[in-house]
């Protein structure tokens, strides 16, 4: 049981940091390059849904902030629950 519960815990952290690299890059690098391509065909999928629930506002996407939210409460959930099946 301990094993899922780290697998959910790295994969989670892995998913919030594969966001914020793709946020970051987003600001540097061309869209056309093969590491943020490649990124972005991880996270891409996950922040479209979101994108066409919540509103840009300005020119300010919350989207990500809103996936890593949703990516922490998410895993926390799931790891609550296996634990107290214990």
Same mark, same amino acid.
């Given at each position: 049981?301990?094993?899922?519960? #780290?697998?959910?815990?790295?994969?989670?952290?892995?998913?919030?940091?594969?966001?914020?690299?793709?946020?970051?890059?987003?600001?540097?690098?061309?869209?056309?390059? %093969?590491? *943020? *391509? +490649? !990124?972005?065909?991880?996270?891409? %999928?996950?922040?479209? %849904?979101? *994108?066409?629930?919540?509103?840009?506002? +300005?020119?300010?996407?919350? =989207? %990500?902030?809103?996936? !890593?939210?949703?990516? #922490?409460? +998410? =895993? #926390?959930?799931?790891?609550?629950?296996?634990? =107290?099946? *214990?």
């Amino acid at each position: 049981m301990l094993f899922i519960v #780290q697998i959910i815990s790295a994969l989670s952290q892995i998913l919030v940091l594969l966001v914020f690299i793709s946020v970051i890059l987003s600001y540097f690098m061309d869209p056309y390059h %093969p590491l *943020r *391509r +490649g !990124i972005d065909n991880i996270v891409e %999928p996950m922040l479209a %849904p979101i *994108r066409r629930i919540v509103p840009l506002v +300005g020119m300010i996407d919350f =989207s %990500p902030l809103v996936l !890593i939210l949703i990516l #922490q409460f +998410g =895993s #926390q959930f799931l790891i609550r629950i296996l634990l =107290s099946l *214990r």
